[in-house]
């Protein structure tokens, strides 16, 4: 492992490729399950409504959520996903709250304490949720510091959409975020099976599958 992918940031980016920008674990994870992360953040566009504050969790399909929000509705955005802040920069009307701290280039997200401290003090509507893992026992990412950020923004969300692809299910990923009785809603694709989605409904959670 590189000693230089962790960094932190404070009082504005430094300038940075293109390369630097997406970091190769990012790109990879972006292309893997293409069209149905597409298909989900589409679904996922249809839950936001005007006026709404929404958090973007830190990843791929998140990211592509951002790119499709409407400039006419005003949305507010919060997020520590830097991906997410890139894109949402390149849009007018929509409000972008993003969340500082260090930047962890595996995730491209921002964590710490100011972090924290910045989530502790806000409310949010819908929290878009992103997973590296999934099973039965709920969601689960690959870091502690990830998972506390996570934890933070759905602690301050009155509502709790989890936007992950099929390929979720079965792959391990060491720190578990939250059990299934805090999410109300999953968006995944049709590769999920039956046995998963029964599994989700019995947890009493709304499963749309695109």
């Known amino acids: 492992m590189r000693d230089d992918r962790l960094r932190g940031f404070h009082g504005g980016v430094g300038s940075l490729s293109p390369q630097e920008m997406l970091g190769r674990d990012y790109t990879d994870r972006d292309h893997s399950m293409a069209e149905a992360k597409h298909a989900i953040a589409e679904r996922a566009l249809s839950i936001v409504g005007p006026n709404e504050v929404i958090a973007l969790d830190a990843g791929t399909t998140a990211t592509q959520l951002a790119a499709l929000l409407p400039k ?25 709250n993003c969340l500082g701290g260090d930047l962890h280039y595996d995730s491209l997200s921002f964590a710490g304490p100011s972090t924290l401290a910045a989530i502790s003090n806000l409310q949010i509507e819908t929290m878009f949720l992103a997973a590296s893992g999934l099973n039965e026992r709920g969601a689960f990412c690959a870091t502690g510091f990830d998972a506390i950020t996570k934890r933070a923004l759905i602690e301050v969300s009155a509502h709790l959409v989890l936007i992950a692809d099929s390929s979720k299910f079965g792959i391990p990923a060491m720190v578990k975020v939250c059990g299934w009785d805090v999410i109300d809603t999953v968006i995944i694709d049709a590769g999920i099976t039956s046995e998963q989605q029964d599994m989700l409904v019995q947890a009493g959670v709304a499963v749309q599958i695109v």
């Open 72 to 96: 006419d509705q005003g949305t507010r955005v919060v997020t520590h996903s830097f991906s997410a802040v890139s894109v949402l920069a390149g849009l007018t009307g929509i409000e972008v």
